[in-house]
C-alpha cells in the first residue's frame, strides 16, 4: 500500500510531464476548485434569500389556522385554549378574517382583513415588532379602526389618523333597494415587512371585524408552533378538536407554492453549476490519458517489475483523484469562507465603489443574504468526488491495459 502510494505521489507531483500537459492539470484544477467554490456560494445565496423571504412573508402570518365555522365565542375561547395545550404550540387565539375593498377617493384596494384579540397579533402574528408608525393597542381602544401595510397605505393614499371606506362583503336592504354594506375605518397604525403582505394585508380588533363581516368570512383558530417544519401533530390535534365542522390548514397551503419553486430554482442552478465541475472533469480525463501517453515505458517497466494491472489501475485512479481532491478541497474551503462573508463583501463593494447592488425600495433588502448548509457543501463535494472518479476511470483503465513487450520497445 505504501508502494502504490508512492507512485500515486511520483506521477502527480513528479516531473517528466510535457507543458502542456502540466498546463491541462492546472487547468482542470483551478476548474474544479471554482466550480465547487461557486456552486456553494450560489447555493448559500439561494438559501439566504429563501431565508429571508419565508422570515418576511410568515412573520405575521399564522402558522396553523382551524375554520371553525360560526360557533359561539365562549366556544371559540374554549377551543384556543385548547390548542394551547399542545406542546408544540406557542401561542393561539381566536380570528375573524375576510377580503375587503378599501376605497379614498378614486383609489381601490382589495384588502384581507384579519380580526384577533391583542394576544393574537402580538403573540400569534408577531405585528408589534414591524410597527412602524401607530401601536397594536390603539385598535382595541377605539372601535374601528385599522392598521394598514406600508404598501396599501402608500397606494391608497392614507397614513395614521386618516379614514378609508370599506366595501363589505354583504348586502345592505334600504327601501331603494340591495346595496353593499359600507363602513369607515381610521388608519391607527402601518406595519412593513418587506413582502407581498404589507400590500394587501389589514389587522383589525377582533370585535371590529366581528361588527364588520357578521355571518361573513372566515371564523377559527389561529396558532404559532415551535417548528414550522413539524406541523403534523399539531394539526390532527387540532382538527380532532372540532371535527364536525372543521379543517385545518397550515402556512404550506397559502405559501407552500412559492418555497416549492424556490426549492425547484435552486435544483435547477445546482444542476447548471454542476456543469462547471463536469467540464473540470473532462479536464481530468484530458490530463490523465496524455500522463498516460507520457509515461508508458515508466508503466511498462512496472509491469516488468511485477506490478499487476489491479494495482496499475489503482496507482492512476488515486493519481486522478489526488490532483481532484486538491481542487474539490480549496473550492470548498474558499466556497465556504465566501458564504459566511458574503454580506460583508457586498456592503463594502458597495461602499468602496459607490454602488447599490440591491435598492431596498425595489428588493425589500438592503445586503446579499446567505445562509450556508453543511447539507450542501457534503452534497457539492460528494458530487465532485464522483466525478472526477467517473473521470479517472477511463485513463486508468487505458494504463492498466498497454502491453509491456510493445511500451519497452520504445524505451
Given at each position: 500500500?505504501?508502494?502504490?502510494?508512492?507512485?500515486m505521489l511520483r506521477f502527480t507531483l513528479?516531473?517528466?510531464?510535457?507543458?502542456?500537459?502540466?498546463?491541462?492539470?492546472?487547468?482542470?484544477?483551478?476548474?474544479?476548485?471554482?466550480?465547487?467554490?461557486?456552486?456553494?456560494?450560489?447555493?448559500?445565496?439561494?438559501?439566504?434569500?429563501?431565508?429571508?423571504?419565508?422570515?418576511?412573508?410568515?412573520?405575521?402570518?399564522?402558522?396553523?389556522?382551524?375554520?371553525?365555522?360560526?360557533?359561539?365565542?365562549?366556544?371559540?375561547?374554549?377551543?384556543?385554549?385548547?390548542?394551547?395545550?399542545?406542546?408544540?404550540?406557542?401561542?393561539?387565539?381566536?380570528?375573524?378574517?375576510?377580503?375587503?375593498?378599501?376605497?379614498?377617493?378614486?383609489?381601490?384596494?382589495?384588502?384581507?382583513?384579519?380580526?384577533?384579540?391583542?394576544?393574537?397579533?402580538?403573540?400569534?402574528?408577531?405585528?408589534?415588532?414591524?410597527?412602524?408608525?401607530?401601536?397594536?393597542?390603539?385598535?382595541?381602544?377605539?372601535?374601528?379602526t385599522v392598521i394598514l401595510g406600508a404598501?396599501?397605505?402608500?397606494?391608497?393614499?392614507?397614513?395614521?389618523?386618516?379614514?378609508?371606506?370599506?366595501?363589505?362583503?354583504?348586502?345592505?336592504?334600504?327601501?331603494?333597494?340591495?346595496?353593499?354594506?359600507?363602513?369607515?375605518?381610521?388608519?391607527?397604525?402601518?406595519?412593513?415587512?418587506?413582502?407581498?403582505?404589507?400590500?394587501?394585508?389589514?389587522?383589525?380588533?377582533?370585535?371590529?371585524?366581528?361588527?364588520?363581516?357578521?355571518?361573513?368570512?372566515?371564523?377559527?383558530?389561529?396558532?404559532?408552533?415551535?417548528?414550522?417544519?413539524?406541523?403534523?401533530?399539531?394539526?390532527?390535534?387540532?382538527?380532532?378538536?372540532?371535527?364536525?365542522?372543521?379543517?385545518?390548514?397550515?402556512?404550506?397551503?397559502?405559501?407552500?407554492?412559492?418555497?416549492?419553486?424556490?426549492?425547484?430554482?435552486?435544483?435547477?442552478?445546482?444542476?447548471?453549476?454542476?456543469?462547471?465541475?463536469?467540464?473540470?472533469?473532462?479536464?481530468?480525463?484530458?490530463?490523465?490519458?496524455?500522463?498516460?501517453?507520457?509515461?508508458?515505458?515508466?508503466?511498462?517497466?512496472?509491469?516488468?517489475?511485477?506490478?499487476?494491472?489491479?494495482?496499475?489501475?489503482?496507482?492512476?485512479?488515486?493519481?486522478?483523484?489526488?490532483?481532484?481532491?486538491?481542487?474539490?478541497?480549496?473550492?470548498?474551503?474558499?466556497?465556504?469562507?465566501?458564504?459566511?462573508?458574503?454580506?460583508?463583501?457586498?456592503?463594502?463593494?458597495?461602499?468602496?465603489?459607490?454602488?447599490?447592488?440591491?435598492?431596498?425600495?425595489?428588493?425589500?433588502?438592503?445586503?446579499?443574504?446567505?445562509?450556508?448548509?453543511?447539507?450542501?457543501?457534503?452534497?457539492?463535494?460528494?458530487?465532485?468526488?464522483?466525478?472526477?472518479?467517473?473521470?479517472?476511470?477511463?485513463?486508468?483503465?487505458?494504463?492498466?491495459?498497454?502491453?509491456?513487450?510493445?511500451?519497452?520497445?520504445?524505451?
Open positions: 500500500m505504501q508502494l502504490l502510494f508512492e507512485l513528479g516531473g517528466g510531464q510535457r507543458r502542456f500537459t502540466r498546463f491541462v492539470a492546472l487547468a482542470s484544477l483551478l476548474g474544479m476548485m471554482l466550480g465547487v467554490a461557486t456552486l456553494i456560494v450560489v447555493l448559500s445565496v439561494m438559501n439566504g434569500f429563501a431565508l429571508e423571504l419565508r422570515q418576511r412573508l410568515l412573520s405575521i402570518a399564522p402558522d396553523l389556522v382551524l375554520e371553525a365555522g360560526p360557533l359561539p365565542q365562549a366556544t371559540l375561547l374554549s377551543l384556543s385554549s385548547q390548542v394551547e395545550t399542545h406542546p408544540d404550540v406557542v401561542a393561539a387565539s381566536i380570528m375573524h378574517r375576510g377580503t375587503v375593498l378599501m376605497r379614498r377617493g378614486d383609489r381601490n384596494r382589495g384588502i384581507k382583513l384579519t380580526g384577533a384579540p391583542e394576544a393574537g397579533l402580538t403573540r400569534v402574528a408577531s405585528l408589534e415588532g414591524h410597527l412602524i408608525a401607530g401601536t397594536v393597542e390603539a385598535i382595541f381602544e377605539q372601535p374601528f404598501d396599501a397605505a402608500r397606494l391608497l393614499g392614507v397614513g395614521v389618523g386618516d379614514e378609508v371606506e370599506v366595501v363589505l362583503p354583504r348586502l345592505t336592504m334600504t327601501p331603494l333597494g340591495v346595496f353593499p354594506a359600507l363602513r369607515t375605518l381610521r388608519v391607527s397604525g402601518i406595519f412593513e415587512v418587506g413582502a407581498q403582505p404589507d400590500a394587501f394585508e389589514g389587522f383589525v380588533s377582533f370585535a371590529t371585524a366581528q361588527r364588520l363581516f357578521a355571518a361573513a368570512g372566515q371564523v377559527g383558530i389561529q396558532a404559532r408552533v415551535r417548528d414550522r417544519e413539524q406541523l403534523q401533530e399539531a394539526t390532527t390535534f387540532m382538527a380532532s378538536l372540532s371535527p364536525g365542522h372543521s379543517s385545518v390548514t397550515d402556512w404550506r397551503d397559502s405559501q407552500g407554492s412559492l418555497f416549492t419553486a424556490i426549492r425547484m430554482e435552486k435544483l435547477t442552478v445546482g444542476v447548471l453549476l454542476t456543469s462547471v465541475i463536469l467540464v473540470a472533469a473532462f479536464n481530468l480525463i484530458s490530463m490523465l490519458t496524455m500522463s498516460v501517453t507520457e509515461k508508458r515505458s515508466d508503466i511498462a517497466i512496472l509491469q516488468v517489475l511485477g506490478l499487476s494491472s489491479h494495482r496499475l489501475l489503482t496507482v492512476f485512479l488515486g493519481h486522478g483523484l489526488m490532483l481532484a481532491t486538491v481542487g474539490i478541497f480549496v473550492g470548498a474551503s474558499l466556497g465556504i469562507w465566501l458564504s459566511l462573508s458574503v454580506a460583508e463583501l457586498s456592503m463594502w463593494l458597495e461602499r468602496t465603489l459607490g454602488w447599490v447592488l440591491f435598492d431596498p425600495s425595489v428588493y425589500y433588502i438592503a445586503g446579499l443574504p446567505a445562509q450556508l448548509m453543511w447539507a450542501d457543501v457534503r452534497a457539492v463535494v460528494a458530487t465532485a468526488l464522483v466525478l472526477s472518479v467517473i473521470a479517472s476511470v477511463y485513463p486508468a483503465w487505458r494504463a492498466a491495459r498497454i502491453p509491456a513487450a510493445e511500451a519497452l520497445n520504445y524505451v
